[in-house]
């Protein structure tokens, strides 16, 4: 899977990538050269249910995964909620100092992670 985020529409400013894994769910953020600025990592099992009402983190890491620089995270909304609604709160987290257009394709790669995780129909 891959998004490709603009700004204006037209101008490619970043792509999220979808990196392969074969444990737990990875991701590229990458400039408009396709250049890896930031990895992303989310967890072996990114379910919420009544047994896991945790938030789900996504760490946003160094290209090499070797700091954590911030998150992305679905956040546990109520077994009420949860259960009646498909309404979703996330939170992005990342550093003050970086650049605008690297944050605008974290909020892109936040969309990613919400359609592959945690909008698919049972019947998929």
């Not at 090499?64 to 998150?71: C, E």
């Not at 956040?75 to 987290?93: H, P, S, Y």
Request: charged share 20%.
């Amino acid at each position: 899977m891959e998004v490709h985020i603009e700004s204006p529409p037209g101008q490619v400013i970043g792509y999220v990538k979808q990196s392969k894994s074969s444990w737990r769910p990875k991701f590229e953020i990458q400039d408009a050269n396709q250049q890896t600025m930031l990895s992303i990592g989310g967890p072996c099992c990114p379910c919420q249910n009544i047994c896991c009402t945790d938030d789900i983190d996504f760490n946003v890491l160094t290209p090499d995964g070797s700091q954590q620089l911030g998150r992305v995270a679905k956040q546990w909304g109520g077994l009420i909620r949860e259960w009646i609604t498909k309404a979703d709160n996330f939170c992005v987290q990342f550093p003050i100092d970086l650049d605008i257009k690297m944050k605008a394709v974290l909020i892109g790669a936040t969309f990613l992670i919400d359609f592959m995780y945690f909008e698919r129909s049972k019947n998929d």
